[in-house]
């Protein structure tokens, strides 16, 4: 009976070191991510910007004021569209046992997709309000992830509250 401890134990205290090999693994996926997004955000304005490859992604039609329009995506450019997602939900059953080889392939394969697939949004918004959402979107996830690396605390809790802001 003297050992009931009412489930109270001892408080722990907390190691502040840093640990190298996982800052250095963090900056070394930080570095992926980052190159990732250039990637993306370079086949986005080839897709958008550059007409040989718009127009074998975009349907055009002369209208009749005379004015050529973009009216809609060729075969080509659904599959583009659409092979992001399909790529992602396939992924959960063809990689079960993925080889790092073949994660990095899959990664680079869908940051090209979504990059070509985003050309969408070149043509719809203006350069400035893409690189400022850009912007922001870089700079709340430098933010998050610093303060989280910081302090070591799971933010988890707050993901619901920031997908309501979304």
Do not use: C
Request: net charge positive.
């Amino acid at each position: 009976m003297s050992d009931f401890r009412n489930g109270y134990s001892l408080p722990q205290t907390a190691d502040m070191s840093v640990d190298a090999g996982l800052r250095s693994f963090m900056l070394g996926v930080y570095n992926k991510v980052a190159i990732g997004l250039l990637v993306s955000a370079a086949l986005a304005y080839v897709t958008g910007s550059v007409p040989a490859v718009r127009d074998l992604l975009f349907s055009t039609a002369v209208f009749p004021d005379g004015v050529t329009r973009l009216t809609g995506y060729t075969l080509l450019g659904m599959i583009v569209a659409f092979s992001p997602l399909v790529i992602l939900l396939g992924s959960n059953f063809i990689m079960k046992n993925p080889t790092s080889g073949a994660a990095s392939g899959l990664y680079w394969l869908i940051v090209a997709l979504i990059g070509a697939s985003m050309g969408t949004v070149v043509l719809l918004y203006t350069g400035a309000s893409v690189v400022q959402t850009f912007l922001i979107t870089a700079a709340a996830f430098g933010a998050l992830s610093l303060f989280g690396y910081t302090t070591k605390k799971d933010l988890t809790g707050i993901g619901s509250f920031l997908i309501m802001g979304v």
